[in-house]
């Protein structure tokens, strides 16, 4: 039977979908949804939910004790835009959170983390193409700063302590049911907003940056196989490389533009573009999938019908 689990951070992105999906495989019960703020009907209506400060140590203990959680999923985070905009604010959510769960997992009150990276501890002086798991990183901003220390944080107390914590480095990540807030990649959500809405999109990238991005289904069943495999096989304790497509804003709006002919975009770049410039373009993730046996399903069309189909129906 799964002993309980602990989302920290359950009401955004990935974290509404995560959260869903995991009720639905272990049962209402053994899933423990809380945030800083409640989130939408569905997700408050499916399950156990609690207010909580990622950043307070002893309420998460509390929860923890109360519900006698063994694993943590750490989805609380500040994304990349916003992050550039309060650096120390996000500096201290990203790192004291991740400190939090794993101590207590050094304290042996919790057995097992997962905790989100991203394609944003790569840099400017990556190699942008097919970027390798093991690499130049020299991340150049906060947002990837902060993931670039976790990720050498969660390895050391893997080394250390033996604490069981697993991690991808999301690239940007494209779904329906919750908006995405303060990323970069953001904009390859609103697009398909905006087409259904307005039929226009102001984008605020060039039309030919490309960056690598992911169906939320396909990131929701990364992380629940790579929870799921033999610890023996986990090879990679910082952050595995997990890849799926690549797109830039032009190919985005002519998949659209298959359902929309009248669809137009124009692009209006803004600081957001100089961090776009210093990410990969994609991702070699061949270690995700020989070590857990990671494969991804969803294409840029296959995205665009799903993505259209379901906000239309909203
Ligand atoms: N989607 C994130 C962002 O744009 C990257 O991890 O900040």
């Not at 939408?40 to 209506?45: D, I, N, Q, R, Y």
Request: net charge negative.
């Amino acid at each position: 039977m799964q002993k309980p689990i602990l989302i920290l951070g359950a009401c955004g992105q990935i974290g509404t979908e995560l959260t869903m999906e995991l009720r639905t495989k272990f049962g209402p019960d053994a899933v423990v949804a809380s945030d800083i703020r409640e989130g939408g009907e569905s997700l408050m209506a499916s399950g156990p939910f609690e207010l909580l400060d990622a950043t307070n140590y002893e309420a998460i203990e509390d929860v923890v004790m109360h519900y006698e959680i063994d694993e943590v999923y750490l989805m609380a985070a500040m994304l990349s835009a916003t992050a550039e905009k309060f650096p120390m604010r996000a500096w201290n959510l990203n790192m004291s959170s991740l400190f939090n769960v794993l101590n207590l997992a050094k304290e042996r009150k919790i057995d097992k983390i997962f905790w989100p990276s991203s394609i944003a501890v790569f840099g400017p002086n990556t190699p942008r193409e097919n970027t390798p798991q093991s690499t130049v990183m020299e991340p150049s901003t906060v947002y990837g700063i902060s993931k670039q220390s976790g990720e050498r944080w969660c390895e050391y107390y893997h080394h250390k302590f033996g604490i069981d914590v697993r991690s991808v480095r999301y690239p940007g990540l494209i779904s329906w049911k919750t908006m995405p807030g303060g990323g970069t990649t953001d904009y390859a959500v609103e697009i398909y907003h905006k087409a259904l809405e307005n039929g226009t999109y102001e984008c605020f990238l060039e039309e030919d940056t490309q960056l690598p991005m992911m169906y939320m289904d396909d990131a929701i069943r990364a992380t629940l196989e790579l929870m799921q495999a033999d610890p023996g096989n986990i090879n990679v304790r910082s952050s595995y490389n997990l890849g799926s497509m690549s797109f830039t804003p032009k190919e985005i709006a002519q998949s659209i533009q298959t359902h929309i002919p009248d669809f137009e975009v124009h692009y209006k770049p803004d600081f957001r573009q100089q961090i776009a410039d210093s990410w990969p373009s994609s991702i070699d993730d061949s270690l995700a999938r020989k070590d857990w046996g990671w494969e991804p399903t969803y294409g840029l069309d296959q995205t665009t019908a799903e993505m259209l189909e379901n906000l239309g129906k909203k």
